[in-house]
């Protein structure tokens, strides 16, 4: 009954690289949620989504920032032209509704 | 000022003792998470709560929706408690999460 699963766990990226952090929900699970923590601080919310929709994407920066969850594979979460501002610790969790919310082991991205 | 308020901010103990972990809300909420970040590691639930009081092994957790307040106690705790421990809430109809800064524990042997 394998938990949530993220990949890479590390990503180095050069500033104007692409970013792609992978995230395969657990078994039976339809909820998405992407969080991002910056260094000493706290974990934020970005995006929510469900199979095939995107239901909040109120956290998310509105330029360089994109998620979908198809229908089949893992949820993707793509940063284009990184910025060293991009690095972070990016958390995707998943859920079966409104209750308890199951995070992965993170996504720790580097930007040089 | 933040929607989700953790206290103490850091927060040191000996070993054996009982610890009290506290969080306030200014939102209206369905349900709380408490949640633990071991350093450099992932991040696991402990609890989510909407009322009352949950208990797990030496953990327990307590919510007061009236007063928007609650807490995580830990009894006899011990080093491997050491961790980031995190409030969270669930607000408005899409079950995001927003989160408190956490609080980091230290127990010494």
């Known amino acids: 009954n394998a938990g949530v699963m993220q990949n890479p766990r590390h990503l180095v990226r050069r500033r104007g690289q692409e970013a792609r952090l992978r995230c395969s929900p657990m078994k039976g699970h339809s909820h998405v949620y992407w969080y991002r923590q910056l260094p000493e601080e706290g974990l934020k919310f970005m995006v929510y989504l469900q199979k095939e929709n995107i239901i909040d994407e109120s956290g998310m920066p509105k330029e360089r920032f994109s998620a979908e969850f198809p229908k089949e594979g893992p949820s993707i979460l793509r940063i284009q032209q990184v910025v060293r501002g991009d690095s972070a610790a990016y958390f995707c969790?998943?859920?079966?509704?409104?209750?308890?919310?199951?995070f992965g082991p993170g996504t720790r991205l580097t930007v040089l | 000022k933040n929607e989700v308020e953790q206290s103490p901010q850091n927060l040191t103990a000996q070993e054996g003792e009982f610890i009290t972990i506290n969080c306030s809300y200014s939102v209206g909420i369905s349900a709380l998470h408490w949640l633990q970040q071991h350093p450099g590691g992932g991040i696991v639930s402990l609890f989510m709560?909407?009322?009352g009081k949950k208990k797990h092994g030496r953990l327990i957790a307590t919510i007061n929706i009236q007063e928007k307040h609650s807490s995580l106690h830990i009894t006899a705790s011990h080093p491997r408690d050491s961790a980031v421990y995190i409030c969270a809430v669930h607000t408005g109809a899409n079950s995001k999460l927003t989160f408190g800064k956490g609080i980091t524990l230290s127990v010494r042997p």
């Open positions: 969790a998943s859920s079966s509704g409104a209750d308890t919310q199951y």
């Open positions: 709560l909407s009322s």
